[in-house]
Every structure is written in structure tokens, then in C-alpha cells.
């Protein structure tokens, strides 16, 4: 349960809510992942991971941006996002993802998007499926090597009215650094833009 009374589930939305976000939930995060309390394990033992998803293991966790994220476009100011991202898996051959961003001065919610990350089983091919908070919907595919996952964008479809230019291209690159930390790139082209990158980020994990 968060300090202010709110039940915490693992999109964070309700903890949102409490004037110390993101700090505080990073916090009741930390004493909440015994693992019983997400909403997927109440009562119930903490799910064995499938062997399939075992090569992306390393992105397993909850992380926090740190320092906060990079975002680049030729036709946008730079500026700066705090975002949390929850990797988990409940036992199926998959791993479960969601990408939650905030203005680092307000805190208020930026861009969201959450999905699934899979495995073809005895390969190295990814398939990563994700629905965005500005309408989009994508599948990128690509390939993990080591601790370094990089897919590009397969198929794109949006909302009837999305905001303009859209996006026709993206693509990804994860790694684990040699300092343990998370680290995600976004690079984009658009209906006005080439392939150009958009995001970088590196998370510190939050949980054990
Ligand atoms: C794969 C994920 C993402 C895609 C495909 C995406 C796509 C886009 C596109 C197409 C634009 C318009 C660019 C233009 O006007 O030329 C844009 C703008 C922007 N994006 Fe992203 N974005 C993504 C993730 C994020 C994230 C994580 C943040 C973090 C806060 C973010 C923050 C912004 C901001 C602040 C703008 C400019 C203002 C606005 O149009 O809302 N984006 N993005």
C-alpha cells in the first residue's frame, strides 16, 4: 500500500497521484516488490521465469531514469524526462513492459506505453509489441546478443487522429553497461524527418 493510503499497482497511476511522485513511489516500490504484492503474484508465490524469455533476463526489474532522459529532433527544443520503466514476466513466455515518462520539473505524465516483449524459442529474433498514449501501435523486431537488444519498427498504425507528423520508422537499442545500468536509445523518422535519434536514457534499477 503507498503511505497515502492509495492501493499501488504496477502502472503506478494510483501512486501518480501523491505530490512526492516519483520519489515516493520509487520508494513504496522498493517495499512492495516482495514480489507478493504486484498485482499479478496477490497471493500467490512469485511465478518461475520461462526459459524461453532467460536471454532477456538482464532487462528484468523496475528502473528509474538516471540521469534524466535525452530527447533530440531537428524540429524540437531539446528537453529533458524523467521516466520509469517496469519489466516483468508472470511466467509466460514473454515479459510484460511498460515505459512511463514525466516532466522532470512537474512530475506530470508524459508520453506512456506499455506491451510485451517476445522470444521466438531457440532463436535470438525478438518481437516487441507496444501501444503508446499518443495513439500509436507498433511491432518492432529485431535481435538480443549478450545484454543488448536493437529492433526496429515492422508494422505502425495509429488513431485516426493522431497528432501530426507521423511517425513512420523507430528504432531501439537496450543494453546493459558495464556499470549495470539500463540504457535505451529511440531514433524516429517521421512524415517531415529521416531516421534521426530521439530519446536517450539511462536507468538505475530500483529493485533488487
Ligand atoms: C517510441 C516512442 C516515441 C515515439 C514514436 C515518439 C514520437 C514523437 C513524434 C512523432 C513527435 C513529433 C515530432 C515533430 O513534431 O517533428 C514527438 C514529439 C515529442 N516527443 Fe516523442 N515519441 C516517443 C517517445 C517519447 C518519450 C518517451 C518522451 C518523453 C517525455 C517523448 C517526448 C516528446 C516531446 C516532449 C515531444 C514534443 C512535444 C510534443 O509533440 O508532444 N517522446 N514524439
Not at 515479459?95 to 531457440?122: Q, V, W
Not at 532463436?123 to 545484454?147: D, L, M, P, W
Request: charged residues 20%.
Amino acid at each position: 500500500m503507498h503511505p497515502a493510503g492509495l492501493a499501488v499497482t504496477s502502472c503506478g497511476l494510483l501512486a501518480a497521484r501523491c505530490r512526492h511522485f516519483p520519489v515516493c513511489w520509487q520508494k513504496t516500490t522498493l517495499k512492495n516488490l516482495g514480489g507478493f504484492w504486484s498485482v499479478e503474484n496477490l497471493g500467490m508465490e512469485p511465478p518461475r521465469m520461462s526459459p524461453v524469455v532467460e536471454p532477456l533476463s538482464w532487462m528484468l526489474g523496475t528502473w528509474l531514469s538516471e540521469p534524466p532522459g535525452a530527447g533530440t529532433f531537428p524540429t524540437l527544443q531539446p528537453f529533458r524526462y524523467l521516466e520509469e520503466a517496469h519489466i516483468s514476466h508472470v511466467g509466460q513466455p514473454m515479459l510484460n513492459f511498460s515505459f512511463n515518462a514525466f516532466h522532470p520539473d512537474t512530475h506530470k505524465p508524459m508520453h506512456r506505453e506499455c506491451g510485451f516483449i517476445r522470444l521466438e524459442p531457440d532463436t535470438n529474433k525478438v518481437a516487441f509489441v507496444s501501444a503508446q498514449n499518443t495513439g500509436i501501435v507498433e511491432v518492432e523486431e529485431g535481435e538480443v546478443n549478450g545484454q543488448e537488444l536493437c529492433i526496429a519498427s515492422h508494422s505502425i498504425a495509429r488513431i485516426s487522429f493522431a497528432k501530426e507528423p507521423h511517425v513512420e520508422q523507430i528504432t531501439r537499442k537496450f543494453r546493459l553497461n558495464s556499470e549495470g545500468k539500463l540504457e535505451q536509445t529511440v531514433s524516429m523518422a517521421t512524415t517531415t524527418q529521416p531516421l534521426t535519434q530521439h530519446l536517450h536514457v539511462t536507468y538505475k534499477k530500483v529493485t533488487p
